[in-house]
């Protein structure tokens, strides 16, 4: 795969406009929140509720969601946990990231993707991202190789994807795994091929922001390896499983945690799932509509969808360029917040940068230390219409234009 090469998203073509006419620009004083439950999500939840199968190791309902996000993803196995950041510690957990040993994760990314490196003792290591999807710069991790790295942390930020075959090649010649942080990226493929089965783990986050949830909270890790897998479902419920030769009887085969999806996050999860496909839709429609709209704009970088991916469009994010005369971009974040367009400055401390890792801030990553004050995260989830995707694009042209 050839990411050096990137093109703007698509022009989708539009389907038949649904909201109410007549709105002008005032009548948007507060845009729809995501997420937004249907009734067959809240049907979903209320008939697990009732079938008094709350949680446990073999739940019907944990199952059927799991298969169907292994399928949907197109791994062999899925695991239910509780978070995203769960995840991301089971995934190394069962790589046996210990004490001594180092990460490499990328230092524009959220938190929750470096935490984990720390519960387990182990040390994280930041690299930089590349200037134009923001995700992991495979010769910044090339640089950080060490015999001590024993993984690396690839993050599919916003919805775009890495390029995972650089990053792959790169872990592949050290003998270091490779764990994907696909937790905003339901819904991005490369090649077709959904992402998650590219490296030797995944982890998905359900938080109730992304792209499907289960009702606030939940993730999920992905592999094709069996022997993860089991030992996955263990961790996540205590460490226990059965006794070999002593049917019906468990006991913790080591210390695990207590990671359990219950079966009504399940049930909202799986009823969410089935309409991933039109969610991730109507975000690139809602993504191609800003990008024709802010076409232009002087100083304003809009996203780039890489050769022969597909961007979910988690976040749609946007770079200020600095000089022209141009407010910083964190002022025309507070323009946009008072005017009713709900904009922050996207990751505005890298991760090497704050109190949690103290000890890194003497490092130089300046792609992301670059980005972290001029990226700015525009909304283009499926509860925006066609007029709140107009307002945003105006206040958005408005507020770049105005001048220091």
Known sequence: MNHGRARRPPTIPEPSPSEPKGHTLSSFQELPRWPQLTDDD???????????????????????????????????????????????????HVLDVGPGDEVIVPAHTFIGSASPVVYLGARPVFADVTPDTHCLDPGSV??????????????????????????????????????????QALGTEIGGRPIGGFG????????????????GEGGA??????????????LRSHGEGPIEGRP?????????????????QAAIGLAQHKRLGEMVEARRRNA????????????????????GTTHAFWKYAVRVAPGGGR??????????????????????????????????????????????????????????TEGHLDHIAHEVRRAVAVTV
């Open 42 to 92: 809240i049907e979903a939840a209320v008939a697990a509720l009732c079938s008094n199968r709350l949680v446990g190791q073999g739940n019907s309902t944990v199952q059927e969601f799991e298969a169907a996000l292994a399928a949907g993803q197109g791994v062999e196995h899925a695991v239910a946990v509780s978070t995203g950041t769960a995840a991301v510690h089971l995934a190394l």
């Open 327 to 384: 407010r910083p971009a964190g002022e025309i974040a507070a323009d946009l917040r008072s005017r009713g367009v709900p904009v922050l400055l996207r990751y505005p401390f890298p991760l090497h940068k704050q109190p949690a890792f103290a000890g890194h801030e003497g490092i130089s990553l300046p792609v992301a230390e670059r980005l972290s004050q001029e990226l700015l995260a525009l909304p283009s989830h499926p509860g925006l």
């Open 200 to 215: 030797d783990l995944a982890c998905v986050s359900l938080f109730e922001q992304k792209v499907i949830t289960s009702g």
């Open 221 to 234: 890790v992905l592999t094709d390896n069996p022997d993860y897998a089991a030992r996955l479902r263990r």
């Open 142 to 183: 090339k640089s950080l190789i060490t015999d001590r790295t024993k993984a690396i942390v690839v993050v599919h930020i916003n919805g775009i994807a890495a390029d995972m075959a650089a990053l792959t090649a790169v872990a592949a010649e050290a003998g270091v795994p490779v764990v994907e942080d696909a937790a």
């Open 288 to 307: 191609a509509r800003l990008s024709e709209r802010l076409a232009g704009v002087e100083g304003l970088e809009l996203p780039v969808e890489p050769e």
């Open 248 to 264: 019906g009887m468990i006991w913790a085969h080591e210390v695990g945690y207590n990671y359990r999806l219950t079966s009504v």
